[in-house]
């Protein structure tokens, strides 16, 4: 929250001198605050659930690769909180969820529960449908081990997609990133070299409404191009 209240302050004064030329203009900016913090938060959130979700194609693999070694279901997730240790370090998201996952098990909670509980806190799709699976085969007494590398084989597929859509949209992200700031720099450019020629811009209520549907339309601009590059798969 700290970096983001530094960040809107930057945009708001950076936007306050550029679009208007008033430090009131900044007071009046800077309640946008949260809908810019809803938006980070929302950006962040996205960044969280990709990484947990490729962690986790690695941690059921893991888990197969402990069936396979003749463990039991339970102790199979507990190899694999170690291998996940060893993979990503402490802090990983992965790391967490199987720590939270050990200390369960050795509360003597049934492990389809507690997958199935990771994956509802997880709100990622492919975790909810493992779990939904796994709760449903350990029920039944399914193949866990067929199971666990189908369910694998599914989400490795569907990264392996999202992971050629981020390639080719990367490019596209870069250029948006360079119009993004385009507006602002050809406006301080103006300002710089040619301040008496922009200068009604900034004057009289005429001007004052022009440079506030200008903004406005970039703002709309800018919130379709982001809503066009953040493809769902």
Known sequence: MIRILFEWTAICALTAYVFYRSIPAFAILFPGIVPYAGWRTAQA???????????????????????????????????????????????????????????????????EYIIRDFGRRSEIEDINDFAAVFEAAK?????????????????????????????????????????????FGILLYLQTGSSDFISILYSGITGRVLMTSALAVYLAGVFMAERIINIEV
């Open 139 to 183: 029920r039944i007494g399914g193949d866990m081990t067929k199971i666990i590398k189908r369910a694998s084989a599914n989400i490795s597929e569907k990264i392996d997609v999202k992971r050629e859509i981020e390639t080719s949209m990367s490019a596209r992200r870069l250029e948006l990133r360079v119009m993004e700031v385009v507006p």
């Open 45 to 111: 959130e996205r960044a969280r659930k990709t990484l947990l979700s490729m962690q986790f194609r690695e941690s059921i693999l893991a888990v197969s690769t402990a069936l396979n070694a003749g463990y039991s279901v339970e102790n199979s997730f507990i190899e694999a909180y170690h291998d996940m240790k060893e993979m990503y370090g402490d802090e990983a998201p992965i790391t967490a969820e199987f720590y939270r996952i050990v200390l369960r098990l050795r509360d003597n909670e049934q492990i």
